[in-house]
């Protein structure tokens, strides 16, 4: 949610951003919240008025009882109880503009980093860089499930039967081999300078708008059925909700958190292929991080974290490369994101298995998250990036360190976590 100021004093900077995000159809809010923001002041100014009005009418009761004017008196509590009802209606028109006002302001998108890309969609994303040559071997990659089937380590026909499509068993070495990835990207994040943390994996409904759009919401959440409770689709919506209604010791900034969560998403559409697989599935296990901060350390925060995420896939052995996301494939309360992507050499192509955004103040705005230095209190800004979402990350490295004879090789960094073991051989 963007700052009121920015309607009040510069309506065209925010019809301008607007418009880069390809969102016409929301123009006409802009002056809608204008007009109301100027009733709810005049409606504020009336009743702040008539409060000093009545509290100085008040005074004068005491002051006639003492003379012995009682009828006077009288006459002056009855135009009190006037500006009583007054005041008390004036406060409902109050709160009823600020509903509107909230509600309408909760829609608009957040003013984009003028860096940047303009484009309507995904189509229109910048490749920035890559990170490791992307090798296609001379012998066949298969598809990863028929790569993992054949090391034993797949069960998506018993997860249909308990569970339905989207979900799976994963088994044996695979299992280890995905734990592992997990494991090494929190002791990675650790080695960093991140608190490692395991949050709540549902949360309220009102920490779930504070984070996202409520079209987001619909799309990605679970609600638990009778109660105020949402399955989180990443660990970022509870642990930025961790800091809701607080305000956080300036000296304490910048909070650099790491955390581990199952997520859970509808991810309707999913069909084909892609069902059949890991790579797209309504529960997967992920390695997240955190910044809170300072607005003027922001981007810097943004490029180290995204680099962190590039240095862990490097570190597997697998290429990667980051892609800017242009203004038509930003979230509404994004500032900036870039995605990063792995080599399949498989498909011959990059695929996204992490997200890197800096959000400005939005959130900190939605969630009361503030801080408080020498000029004042102010909203904090707040950053999150996927450090490892598997089974995508398992995708890759399965692809990436696949051999001819079906075998998969286990990076170095992954092999203290599977007991030394350097190899996962076809059963």
């Known amino acids: 949610m963007i700052d009121i100021k920015l309607i009040r004093e510069n309506r065209d900077l925010v019809k301008e951003n607007i418009k880069k995000k390809f969102q016409d159809e929301k123009l006409p809010l802009v002056d809608e919240i204008y ?3 100027i009733k709810f002041r005049e409606a504020k100014q009336e ?6 009005l ?8 005491g002051t006639l009882m003492r003379e012995g004017k009682k009828d006077e008196a ?3 509590k009855e135009e009190i109880a006037e500006y009583g009802d007054k005041i008390a209606a004036l406060e409902v028109k109050e709160e009823e503009l600020q509903k509107d006002i909230k509600d309408k302001m909760m829609v608009i998108p957040n003013i984009i980093d003028d860096t940047v890309p303009i484009g309507e ?3 229109h994303n910048v490749e920035v860089e890559k990170f490791g040559e992307p090798v296609v071997p001379e012998y066949e990659i298969p598809y990863h499930a028929d790569i993992i089937e054949r090391l034993a380590g797949l069960d998506k026909e018993a997860a249909g039967r308990t569970s339905g499509q989207g979900f799976y068993y994963l088994l044996g ?3 280890r081999l995905h734990e592992a990835m997990i494991a090494y990207a929190r002791d990675f994040m650790i080695e960093k300078g991140f608190t490692y943390a395991i949050p709540p994996f549902m949360i309220h409904a009102d920490v779930v708008t504070g984070v996202m759009s409520f079209p987001e919401m619909q799309a990605m959440m679970y609600k638990i059925e009778g109660e105020d409770l949402y399955l989180i689709g990443t660990s970022e919506h509870s642990m930025i909700g961790k800091f809701k209604d607080q305000i956080v010791k300036e000296a304490e900034l910048p909070i650099t958190m790491t955390s581990y969560s199952p997520c859970f998403r509808k991810e309707g559409g999913s069909h084909g292929l892609e069902e059949r697989g890991l790579y797209r599935v309504h529960q997967f296990e992920k390695q997240e991080m955190i910044v809170i901060c300072k607005p003027e350390d922001s981007m810097e925060w943004y490029n180290k974290m995204w680099s962190y995420t590039v240095e862990f896939f490097r570190n597997l052995d697998i290429p990667v490369r980051t892609l800017e996301c242009c203004s038509g494939d930003l979230a509404d309360l994004k500032v900036k994101s870039c995605d990063v992507e792995a080599w399949s050499p498989r498909q011959k192509k990059y695929f996204e298995v992490g997200s890197c955004s800096t959000l400005g103040d939005a959130q900190a705005r939605r969630l009361g998250i503030r801080t408080k230095g020498e000029d004042g209190t102010y909203y904090v800004h707040t950053l999150n990036n996927t450090v490892v979402a598997t089974p995508r990350g ?4 399965l692809e990436n360190n696949y051999n001819e004879d079906g075998s998969v090789n286990i990076p170095k960094a992954l092999q203290p976590y599977m007991g030394g073991k350097t190899k996962i051989e076809v059963k």
């Open 35 to 37: 007009e109301l923001d």
């Open 47 to 52: 009743a702040d008025n008539m409060r000093a």
């Open 54 to 61: 009545k509290n100085s009418k008040s005074a004068e009761i």
């Open 74 to 76: 009288n006459k002056v």
């Open 121 to 123: 969609d995904d189509t």
């Open 173 to 175: 070495d695979i299992a």
């Open 394 to 397: 398992l995708i890759a490295l």
